[in-house]
C-alpha cells in the first residue's frame, strides 16, 4: 500500500509536469535539465511508463545536430532564472538551449524502461531513442577526451552537475574574470546565499561560459578556447555504465551493428577510469587537464566505481574503508564531498550536502556488486532524510536538514524508483 509519502512524491511529479517534459522545481529551475529529466523518467515509470518515455523523447527534441544533448533546454523564456537563452546564445531550433552538456544517465534509464516491460510497443520506442544515444555518447567520445587517456574532460563545472564541488576550485582559480560582463543571480533570490555557491564562482561560470559562447559553441574551439578543462571521475564513470547498458540494450534490440563502436568506448573509458586513481588520496578523484593538479580530496564520485564496474580488488578496499570512514562521522551517507576535508561545508550544495540521485547510483552500484549491506545503508538514510526534511533539494550529511528548492521533482523521482 502507497505510504503518504509516495503521495506526496507522485504530487510532486505531477505538480512539476509542464506537458511533456518535467522542471526540477518551480521558481529556482524552470526549464527542462538534463539529468534531472532522466532520473525524472523513472519515477514516473513507477506509475506511467507511457509518460516516462515522454520525458526522454522531449529530452532528445534538445539534441544538437553534432550529437551534444545540453544541460538546459529553453523551450520559453523564464526571467526567474539567470543565464537564460540571452546569455547562451546557441542557435539551436527550435527552441535555445545551453551551450554544453551534463552527465550522461539516459541510456542507462532507457534500459531500465524497456526491461521494465519489453513489449514491441516499448521496442519501437528504445529503438527510435537509440541512434540520439549513440549520437551524444560519440560526441563525449569524439570531443571530450582531449588528453587521450580515456578519460572524460568537461568544459565547465555545470557541466559535472556538481557545481561547485571542493575539487574544482583550483582549476577555478586559474580563470581570469577581467572580462566578464555585469549580470545578476536570480538563484539566491529563490533560496538563502548560504547554501549556494559564492559570487567568485559565479564570476568563474560566466567566464567560462563568455568563453564558450565567442567561438559560436564550436565542440573543438569550445575545448580549445576553455580555461577549465577538468577530467571528472563521475562522467567517466557514468559514461562507462552508461555505454555498459546501451551494449545490453543494442544485443536485446538486435542492433547488431552498434556493438564493436559501443565496445571500443567501453575499453577506452575503463582506461580512462583507471587513470583518475589518485594514490595519495587512494580514491578516483579529478584531474585538471590544463595544470595537472589532481583533486585533493574523496568526492561522492569515488563510490561510483562499482556502479561502473571499475576498479581493482585494492581500490574497492579502499574505497569501502573511505565508505566507513565517513559513514561513522556523517550521521548521514553519502556527504558530496569527505566530511573530514577542510572544503567541506555541510549545507553549501555541492560541497558537502548528500543527494538523493547520487545515493541512487552508488547503492545501485553497491549492491550490483554483492555489498547489501553498505547499500541499504544509503537507502535508508535517503529514507530518513526525507521523511524528516521532505523532498528537498539536498541534505545535510551531519543533521539531516533539507536545502535548496523544495517539492523537488528527482528527489521524489528516486523515492519512488528506489527508497520507499
Ligand atoms: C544545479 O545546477 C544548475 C545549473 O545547471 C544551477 O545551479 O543553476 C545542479 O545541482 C545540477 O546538477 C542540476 O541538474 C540542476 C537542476 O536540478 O541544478
Known amino acids: ?80 532564472y539567470f543565464p537564460g537563452p540571452d546569455v547562451w546564445k546557441t542557435t539551436h531550433e527550435p527552441f535555445p538551449t545551453s551551450g554544453h552538456s ?52 568537461i568544459i565547465h563545472p555545470w557541466e559535472s552537475g556538481r557545481d561547485n564541488l571542493p575539487d574544482w576550485d583550483e582549476p577555478l582559480s586559474l580563470v581570469d574574470t577581467s572580462g566578464i560582463e555585469a ?6 533570490t529563490h533560496v538563502d546565499a548560504s547554501v549556494r555557491p559564492r559570487k567568485l564562482d559565479y ?17 573543438v574551439k569550445v575545448v580549445e578556447n576553455s580555461p577549465f578543462l577538468v577530467a571528472d571521475p563521475a562522467i567517466t564513470m557514468i559514461l562507462l555504465r552508461a555505454n555498459r ?32 586513481w589518485n594514490e595519495e588520496v587512494q580514491a578516483f578523484t579529478t584531474k585538471n587537464l590544463r595544470s ?3 583533486g585533493a580530496g574523496v568526492s561522492s564520485a569515488a563510490f561510483l566505481a562499482p556502479f561502473a564496474g571499475v576498479g581493482t580488488p585494492d581500490q574497492l578496499a579502499a574505497m569501502r574503508a573511505h565508505f566507513d570512514r565517513i559513514a561513522a562521522k556523517a550521521t548521514f551517507t553519502v556527504p558530496s564531498y569527505d566530511p573530514d576535508y577542510p572544503g567541506f561545508e555541510p549545507m553549501r ?24 549491506e553498505r547499500s541499504e545503508r544509503v537507502r535508508a538514510d535517503t529514507e530518513r532524510l526525507v521523511a524528516l526534511s521532505g523532498f528537498a533539494e539536498y541534505f545535510s550529511p551531519i543533521d539531516g536538514t533539507g536545502a535548496g528548492g523544495r517539492s523537488f521533482s528527482w528527489t521524489a523521482a528516486v523515492w519512488l524508483a528506489w527508497v520507499s
Open 102 to 153: 551534463q552527465p550522461p544517465v539516459a541510456a542507462i534509464v532507457v534500459r531500465d524502461l524497456y526491461e521494465q516491460s519489453p513489449t514491441p510497443e516499448n521496442a519501437a520506442r528504445a529503438k527510435a531513442l537509440f541512434p540520439k544515444l549513440m549520437a551524444w555518447h560519440r560526441w563525449w567520445a569524439t570531443y571530450r577526451d582531449p588528453s587521450g587517456e580515456g578519460s572524460v574532460a
Open 292 to 294: 595537472g593538479v589532481r
Open 1 to 80: 500500500m502507497a505510504s503518504s509519502l509516495d503521495t506526496v512524491a507522485h504530487d510532486i511529479l505531477i505538480g512539476n509536469d509542464l506537458g511533456g517534459y518535467t522542471i526540477p522545481t518551480k521558481g529556482l529551475y524552470p526549464y527542462q535539465w538534463n539529468w534531472d529529466s532522466v532520473f525524472v523518467a523513472l519515477g514516473f515509470a513507477t506509475f506511467d511508463l507511457n509518460r516516462a518515455w515522454r520525458e526522454l523523447e522531449t529530452l532528445f527534441e534538445g539534441q544538437w545536430t553534432d550529437g551534444m544533448l545540453p544541460h538546459i533546454l529553453f523551450r520559453k523564456n523564464d526571467p526567474g
Open 349 to 372: 550544495y555541492w560541497r558537502g550536502p548528500i543527494w538523493a540521485v547520487v545515493n541512487y547510483m552508488i547503492a545501485r552500484g553497491l549492491a550490483e556488486s554483492g555489498d547489501a
Open 203 to 219: 564570476d568563474r561560470y560566466m567566464a567560462i561560459l563568455q568563453s564558450g559562447r565567442a567561438v559560436g559553441w564550436d565542440p
Open 245 to 276: 547498458d546501451l551494449l545490453a540494450l543494442a544485443a536485446s534490440l538486435g542492433i547488431d551493428e552498434a556493438k564493436a563502436e559501443i565496445e571500443g568506448w567501453i575499453a577506452r573509458l575503463e582506461k580512462g577510469a583507471a587513470s583518475l
Open 183 to 188: 549580470y545578476e543571480r536570480k538563484d539566491t
